[in-house]
Each structure stands twice: as structure tokens, then as C-alpha cells.
């Protein structure tokens, strides 16, 4: 059985005073939903010295072990400030900072060199999903970023429409089943039924504690990346309590 997951993204938001946020979700570590919280880099040491029992994940990371790379993070440098995750191929890293599959499939490959779990982002644009081929980005984001080698032990994929992510506005309940279902299948026919049965499908874009309960009882939903409702104890306790109550997908 899968395990949930309920996963937050700080993006670029905090400081020191917000280790108190992380303190105050400490009690939720405790049901068997996995709950990870992924601040900026400048408070991952931090964040992981509270042992909340909360864990702790990157964001983003660089694909080369070490070198000339100003200002960039390691892998490596992560893992060792003590995170246990990192977020790839999210949406706003593919528009602001131009990654491409290729990219997210290198960095995917060097987390896990240096021991890392990767939360790897898909989702299409409005633009797409109007159009009609959101499967077919989404196939294609797949088999470009997803690498050889995954299992359901190093890696978790997010769902995440751009349309719907810092939004309000979330697909409905057929949609992200249609989605899921989906992607376990691309998983299953390039993995196997096995692999692609361990991998942990979330699903990301305005999840708030008034719709997570619907979103989690979608089949195939095994978890949430949140951004906004993330950033607060009180938003984000709500929907870590929702995905405890919903039954297994
Ligand atoms: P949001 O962001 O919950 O603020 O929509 C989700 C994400 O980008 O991971």
C-alpha cells in the first residue's frame, strides 16, 4: 500500500520566524499520512535541527556533484543540510528559469545519487488543457523527465495544472481522476504494474483545507503539493487531517 502524502512548498517565502510554523505542525508527524514540508534553502539546516519529525525537503537542485556553478545548490549540499527530498520540474522552475525535461531528468538523477527522493512536477498550461492535448504534455513531460531507474522508493510525481497553482481555481474531481489514472498507466507500461503501484501520484494546484477532502477521495490521489495553504500551521494542519480521514485510493 501506498503511503500519503502530504507535502508543502514554502517557495520563496520565509525566514528564521517561520521555524515557528514547522514547530507548531510537530503533533502531525504522528498519523500515517508522510508529511514533508520544503522551505527555502536557507532554512533547511534549521528546519531539520527542530526534529519535528516533520521531513524536510529542497526545492530545487543543481545536476552537477560540485563546480562553478555560482550560486547554485547541490544534491549533495542539500542531503547534507538535511533534507530528505527535493522538488523537481515544478512549473514556475520550467517557465522562470527555462528547464527543460532534459534538465529536470539530470537533476532527478543527481538527487538520487546523493540519496535523495524526488517530488517531480508535471502539469499543463491553460492553453493545453483547452486545446485538448493535456495528456499528451503530459505524456511527453513523462517520458523526457521521469529517468530510467524509478521506483516507488525514490520517487513521488505531482500533478500540478499551472492554471490551477496560486490560483483558487482547481480541475474537477473527473479531471484529476482522469489525470491520475493516466499517469499510473504511463508509469505501468514503461515500469511495470509493480513499480508504477509504489509510486505516490499527488496532486497540486490552490489545495486548501475547503477542498482537500474531495480531492483526496479521488482514486489515484495519494497525496497533496501545497504552496500557499502550506505556509501557515493553521491552514496546512487541516489538510494533513483530511488525507489521514480519506480512505486509501
Ligand atoms: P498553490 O501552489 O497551492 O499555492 O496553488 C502549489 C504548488 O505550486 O506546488
Known sequence: MRRKMAAGNWKMNGTQVSLAELAALQGMAQGTVETLICPPATLIYAAAGLKTGITIGAQDCHSAESGAHT????????????????????SERRQDHGESDADIAAKTKAAWAAGLKVILCVGESLEQREDGTTLEVLAAQLKGSVPDGSTGGNLVIAYEPIWAIGTGKVPT????????????????????DDIAGG?????????????????FAVPDVDGALVGGASL???????????LNAAPNT
Open 199 to 215: 509510486v505516490r501520484l499527488l496532486y497540486g494546484g490552490s489545495v486548501k483545507a475547503s477542498n482537500a477532502a474531495e480531492i
Open 71 to 90: 550560486g547554485d545548490l547541490s544534491a549533495g549540499m542539500l542531503a547534507d543540510a538535511g533534507a530528505a527530498y527535493v522538488i523537481t520540474g515544478h
Open 173 to 192: 474531481a473527473q479531471q484529476i481522476g482522469e489525470v491520475h489514472r493516466f499517469l499510473r498507466t504511463e508509469l505501468a507500461s514503461r515500469f511495470g
Open 232 to 242: 501557515k500551521a493553521s491552514d496546512f494542519m487541516p489538510i494533513v487531517s483530511a
